[in-house]
């Protein structure tokens, strides 16, 4: 286990996106669980949705009295097989474990369980990946309280894999999850938590207040795309559940009307998705002869912001979501999304008052929407206000900080 490097930030810098009664309930429920020591355990310091809202999450926590770590597992590339398996079978894809795949995963986990090295009050294990270590955190720690927060959809998991964690389940004291109905399939008490983004984080900043290597890195001028061009963009992990090649597909059937339309994937490689390669070569080879699709791989924040500011429109393809932040992350920006009617998609879409939902196999649909929106700007331009509006009432920070002390309240007293 590590501690991983948290952002600098303070509840007094959100102040001019909170009104005041929403500044006053979040510190009244901070003040009410501010005797407690939390720590979130994750896998990865950066990459994925988790790391992004941790990163944040954590200080802003602290800064509210409510004292926070964060610790990321250590892990060899075997785990991250396993893991991976285990996260397709819980989104439905069934490969059931070997044994030595089990035994990776509990030598693993309780490796790291046995280097956590001090009690808190509460432990919020993220996804599956850590959630092996409840049994042995629960021996060495009985007092403490254990959270699982599962980010993944769960509406209809491998039977098998759901099982392999039975045990672990009856251990936690409370399962966290993005949609009521992820939790059909557990036998516990679950909790509905949104995710949210950080408005003050390079990713979710105006490119205006963006200095130095940031500023730098928002520069348009070192990416391949051409600015007086319409571009598509898809901001997400390589990976088939979010159906790159379906994008490749969508983006085709535009250009079919649009000729000059460009596509860019934005896609980072995190530590913990062996299978990330594999999908990049897929899509690179799909597209190598079209010089107007950019593969952009491991861009720093603030040029992923740079380029969901840039896009067009902004596309969610996903066949499977637990929540999915690049959505917010754009609606914040103001740019229509097409996104899928999939998983946390349809919590912050609704089609056609803040961008446009699609099902996911539908790729005609998809690409008619895409269309649309660059052919009519003022229609793009409304439902891009309408997702600032969306984003600023429901999917940022502080709310998400003002959850997680309403959960602890409610779990430890
Ligand atoms: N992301 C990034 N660089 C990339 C691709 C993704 O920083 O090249 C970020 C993205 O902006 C978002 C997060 O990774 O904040 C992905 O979170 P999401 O909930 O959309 O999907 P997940 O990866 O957790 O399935």
């Known amino acids: 286990m590590q501690f991983a490097p948290t952002a600098d930030r303070t509840f007094a810098s959100y102040a001019p996106l909170l009104d005041d009664r ?101 432990v919020v294990l993220h996804d599956p990946q850590t959630l092996g270590m409840v049994g042995h955190l629960a021996e060495r720690f009985p007092e403490t309280t254990f959270v699982w927060r599962c980010h993944i959809d769960l509406t209809d998991p491998a039977p098998e894999t759901l099982a392999f964690f039975e045990s672990d389940l009856e251990r936690v004291d409370r399962v966290v999850v993005s949609r009521q109905e992820y939790a059909r399939p557990l036998d516990t008490e679950a909790t509905v938590i949104h995710p949210a983004i950080d408005p003050l984080a390079p990713k979710n900043r105006p490119l205006a207040d963006l200095t130095g290597e940031a500023a730098a890195a928002a520069d348009l001028d070192r990416y391949p795309v051409d600015p007086d061009r319409p571009l598509l963009v898809q901001v997400s992990r390589f990976d088939p559940w979010k159906d790159p090649l379906g994008v490749v597909e969508a983006y085709r059937l535009v250009a079919e009307d649009v000729p000059d339309v460009q596509l860019a994937f934005v896609g980072g490689m995190p530590d913990d998705d062996p299978e990330g390669q594999e999908i990049y070569d897929a899509v690179e080879g799909e597209t190598a002869d079209d010089e107007s699709v950019h593969l952009l791989t491991d861009l720093p924040d603030a040029g992923v912001n740079a380029m969901q500011r840039a896009a067009d429109v902004v596309l969610q393809k996903s066949l499977r979501e637990g929540f999915a932040l690049t959505v917010s992350e754009a609606l914040w920006k103001r740019r229509p999304v097409v996104g899928t009617n999939v998983g946390g998609i349809p919590l912050q879409i609704t089609d056609g008052e803040n961008g446009y939902l699609v099902e996911p196999r539908d790729i005609e649909a998809t690409a008619e929407r895409c269309r649309r929106l660059l052919e009519d700007e003022a229609l793009a331009e409304r439902l891009g206000e309408g997702g600032r509006e969306t984003v600023q009432r429901r999917f940022l920070l502080p709310r998400l900080l003002a959850d997680y002390c309403e959960l602890f309240a409610d779990v430890t007293r």
């Open 22 to 122: 929403t500044q006053r309930a979040i510190r009244e429920r901070a003040g009410a669980v501010s005797d407690l020591t939390v720590c979130h355990v994750n896998t990865t310091a950066s990459g994925g949705g988790v790391a992004e809202m941790l990163r944040s999450l954590v200080p802003l926590s602290t800064d509210l009295g409510v004292e926070a770590d964060w610790q990321v597992m250590t892990a060899p590339d075997a785990f991250y097989e396993v893991t991976k398996a285990i996260h397709n079978g819980l989104q439905g894809d069934g490969a059931s474990l070997t044994e030595a795949m089990e035994a990776t995963y509990h030598e693993t986990v309780a490796e790291n369980a046995a280097a956590v090295e001090r009690r808190y009050d509460v």
